[in-house]
Every structure is written in C-alpha cells, then in structure tokens.
C-alpha cells in the first residue's frame, strides 16, 4: 500500500494525484481535516505494516498520532516516509528532530545544493536527505487524473499566446531584523545578500552568509551561519527575487512582446503597456496546462535552485512549449540553451528580452526548441519521480 497525504495546498495536492495516478495500491489522506484523518487512518490501520510507504509534501501528515497514543503513527507502524520538500528546507528545520523517532523517514529537497548542506548542519539526517526534482503536469497527466485515460485525442493546441507567466507579482514589504551576531553589520549584510542574489544566477542565501562571511574575514560558527541563512529566507529572498521577476517581465512589455500574465501584482506594468500585456485571472493549477499548450513561450523565475528547478520548467516543456528560464547547474547538465530550452540572463533583462523579441520571429527554430524539450522531459512526470524512488 501507498499512502498520500494531502493538506491543504491544491499545487501540492495536485502532485500526489499525479504521481498516484499510475498507482494501483495508492491511497489518499486528507490531513487537512483532522477528524476524518484520524478516522481513515484508523480504518486503514490493519492494512498497514512495514512494507506500506507514505509519500507527503511539506511534512504533512508526517507527525500524525492517533488518540490515546504517545508516539508518531508511522514510527509505531515502523513504515517508510518520504517527504519531499518543495521549499528551503530550513522552513523546516524544527521538524527534523521527528526522524530520530521514524526510523524510516526520509527527506527530499528539490535543490542539490539545499539537500547537501542540509545534510553537512544536521548530523542526524545524513543518509537520509536527498535530490528529487521537481516534476512537471501535461495535459495528458491532468486526463489520466481525472479518468479519461492516456490517448484522449484534443486536437492541437492553437499559439495564440506569445508569452505566458504564471505566477504573482506582488513586492513584499520586509523588514530586516537585527543580526544579534558580533561582528555583522545589519545594513551592510542585508544590502550585499540582495546585491548577490540579484547578480549570480547560482547563488543561494547561504551560500550569499558565505560570500559575506570571506569578505568581512568573519569566524561564524554553524549555527550563526544557518541563523542568517534563515533570516535572509524570510527577507531578501522575497525583496530580490520580486526584483529579478519584475526587471524581466517589464523589459519583455518595453519590447512590445504580447505578454500574458495571471497572476497578482502585476497591474502596475499591465496598466503602461494596455496594447501587448494582458492580465487574466488566477487558475486553478489543473488548468494550466491546457493554457500553456497555447503558449509560444513559457516565462520561468527560479527560486534560487542553483541545482534545482522550479516545476514550471519541466510542466511547459512537456506541454509543448519553448521554456525561457533563469539558470541553474541541474538544467544546465540536462538542457542545451538554444537547442531545448531558452536560458535568460539576469544581470541583462533588456539583452535578454531582444533575444525572445528575435526568436518569436523564428516559427521554424521555436517549434524545434519545443520539440526537443518535449522529448528530453518525456520521463519527468510525477509519475515517473515516484517510480524513481
């Protein structure tokens, strides 16, 4: 038996139907309700044993304990759990202690780098932290979710979408926090933190701790650094990234480009160029799929995965179309930029924004680059992440 927990994130939610969708002793938890959790969870308790595996998001569920029971369910049942990390895994940091009493936990971090360095500040979890993609939904995935098998026949899918993004805009008002640590200088380490992240498509927050640390000829200890590392997680994380996606998006408006955006955030460059960018509503995620088989081009932020990707990647490659993304070493090694896939620079948004301008002219090169991408993301659906495991 497999057991999938669901919360109450419908992306996250999505995942699991998608990964359980070629399952046939796969089943679904809502943990989201505790009562009929507990409920389900109590019917299904003689089925359960060693050989059961438990596969969540974010944790979810992995703490689970029934009524009148001190110990974590799963480590009384003494069955496997992995739980797969789409975030930094600092967010959940507090919870990493749990694997000292599920033996057969393990953790999955969409970026290398995160699972590595992870591993290296908690002792503990060596061995059991590792590298899983990000998967990617086609549309054909959404049918066989909802039942209508494999070979459902739509037609083609017609490009009336030059370039489509999917994803919010909104600036985030942070404030940073004083350090506490001997030595740092507040003002000086927030502004070289975003300055780094905003110049090096392969950096990371602790790797910025780092940069500064060299710099300033600072001594920290582990903990000092993982401190900063988690400041910089809540504050610049969101000011610089929000900076990278809004340089890019208003370039490609400047250009001309016919722009579709859905997402929040984003009124502000709509309201300056009424003629070529559109907003539209947000979607639920089962149906971006079928808007992204009408997109030419699907515009991607990463997250700061320096090793790691962001599921947008892997969701428009498969639906058919030409992905335009910021960089990282793991797409690097998989995708040929030009050939399957479109690699932005973010030190030159304009440069960049020339470049999609130039190839949206190319009929013949754009559907090549889509076809090669198409091809080369053939075995990165959920699916195929569970079988992986």
């Known amino acids: 038996m497999q057991i999938f927990i669901k919360g109450g994130n419908i992306h996250l939610n999505l995942f699991l139907d998608a990964m359980a969708a070629g399952c046939e002793d796969g089943v679904f938890l809502d943990y989201s309700n505790n009562d009929s959790f507990t409920r389900e969870l109590i019917r299904l308790d003689p089925e359960i044993d060693h050989s059961t595996r438990v596969i969540c998001f974010n944790n979810i569920g992995v703490s689970a304990i029934l009524p009148g029971h001190d110990m974590f369910y799963w480590a009384e049942k003494d069955v496997e759990v992995v739980d797969i990390l789409v975030d930094h895994p600092l967010y959940y940091f507090e919870s990493f202690s749990i694997a000292l009493y599920i033996k057969r936990l393990k953790f999955y971090c969409v970026d290398r ?70 030595g740092i200088d507040d003002k000086e380490f927030y502004d070289m933190a975003f300055e780094s992240l905003i110049s090096d498509p392969y950096m990371q927050e602790d790797i910025a701790v780092g940069r500064y640390e060299k710099e300033k000829g600072l001594t920290l200890n582990a903990a000092e650094r993982m401190t900063l590392t988690a400041v910089l997680l809540k504050t610049v994380h969101y000011t610089a990234l929000h900076h ?16 579709e955006i859905h997402g929040e955030g984003w009124e502000d460059i709509a309201g300056k160029h009424r003629n070529n960018v559109t907003l539209g509503e947000y979607l639920d995620p089962v149906c971006c799929p079928a808007l992204m088989e009408r997109a030419k081009i699907v515009l991607n932020f990463h997250p700061f995965f320096s090793e790691g990707s962001h ?35 973010i030190r030159d948004p304009k440069a960049s924004a020339k470049r999609i301008k130039e190839l949206l002219t190319n009929e013949v090169l754009l559907k090549e680059i889509a076809e090669n991408g198409k091809m080369k993301t053939e075995n990165d659906s959920w699916a195929e992440r569970l079988r992986s495991l």
């Open 113 to 182: 780098h995160q699972a590595g360095s992870i591993a290296e500040s908690f002792p503990i979890l060596k061995g059991r932290i590792g590298f899983l993609p990000h998967g990617g939904l086609s549309e054909e995935d959404v049918d066989v979710i909802k039942g209508l098998g494999e070979k459902t026949y739509r037609g083609k899918a017609e490009k009336n979408i030059d370039v489509l993004y999917l994803g919010t805009g909104h600036r985030m008002d942070v404030n940073h926090p004083a350090t506490g640590i001997p």
């Open 244 to 259: 990278l996606k809004e340089q890019m998006i208003e370039a490609l408006a400047d250009e001309g480009i016919r722009l």
């Open 311 to 345: 599921e947008r990647v892997f969701g428009a490659m498969r639906c058919g179309c030409v992905c335009v993304s910021s960089k990282s070493r793991y797409l690097e090694s998989r995708f040929e930029d030009g050939k399957d896939i479109i690699y932005y620079d």
